[in-house]
């Protein structure tokens, strides 16, 4: 049966189930959940990704739960997993991402819609140049005060290659801490602050151009880099675009 009250745990998420025209059947999301913003307004908050109020869950009677296995707590999933289905994703490479929109397509019953979805971003990502050998070694920031990279085994570091760049950080794992002095003996030709989850902003571009002037330092869209729904229609040309931008700068 086609599920008619569906609560999502996982803001990408969120936004590919409302892309795929489930404006209706959305009940409860998190309150990281932005998008569509005149869409998620109307619905049930039922707390953040690893702090959910299973009260208000409860409340909702929900027939099925999208959730995912980095964004929130195992006990709080396995606690729901007693009383309704619940759809785990676990996204860690481009192609996870697009079996991932697949199968939630399958779930919600829009599976033409997903499959097209993903054969459209899949398509996207091929028209992108390949180097053989990326020349450019990024330090991606996703943290400050203490400052944390995105390191390998992250989507980051999947959609950072799938861009043609090089993790500087790809040799650590998940998202480490790293010191000025650290981020100095890597030599980084690029600094990429990411606009979330720490809102990094050109204010403080200043900062790690003080640490490595060798460097060259952007704020980046970080629901590009990290975001592995519908979101990822846009990545191929937001590539691009930084791609030619640093070319000319």
């Known amino acids: 049966m086609t599920p008619q009250r569906i609560v999502s745990l996982v803001p990408s998420q969120t936004e590919l189930l409302f892309d795929l025209g489930l404006d209706r059947e959305i009940i409860g999301v998190t309150k990281f959940c932005m998008y569509p913003v005149d869409k998620v307004r109307d619905k049930t ?9 299973l009260d208000r869950i409860r409340a909702l009677r929900p027939d099925l739960i999208i959730a995912n296995k980095e964004e929130n707590t195992r006990d709080q999933i ?12 676990d996204v ?3 192609p996870d991402a697009l ?25 996207s990502f091929s028209l992108l140049p390949t180097p053989a050998a990326p020349t450019l070694s990024v330090a991606y920031f996703i943290w400050r005060k203490p400052y944390m990279v995105a390191a390998g085994d992250t989507f980051i570091d999947a959609m ?10 790809a040799g650590q794992t998940r998202y480490p801490e790293v010191s000025p002095d650290e ?4 030599r980084p030709d690029l600094i990429f602050l990411s606009s979330e989850p720490y809102p990094f902003a050109e204010k403080h571009v200043a900062e790690w151009r003080a640490v490595c002037p060798f460097a060259r330092v952007r704020v980046v869209d970080g629901e590009v880099f990290s975001w592995y729904g519908s979101r990822l229609l846009r990545a191929a040309d937001y590539f691009r675009n930084l791609h030619n931008e640093l070319a000319t700068t």
């Open 45 to 53: 908050v039922v707390g953040g990704t690893k702090t959910l109020h």
């Open 92 to 94: 860690t490479t481009l």
């Open 78 to 89: 396995e606690e729901l997993q007693r009383h309704y289905p619940v759809h785990i994703t």
């Open 183 to 186: 981020l100095q003996r890597t």
């Open 160 to 169: 950072l290659t799938a861009a043609g760049f090089r993790n500087a950080f």
């Open 99 to 123: 079996t991932m929109i697949q199968d939630v397509g399958q779930c919600v019953g829009k599976a033409p819609q997903a499959n097209d979805m993903a054969q459209q971003i899949e398509r």
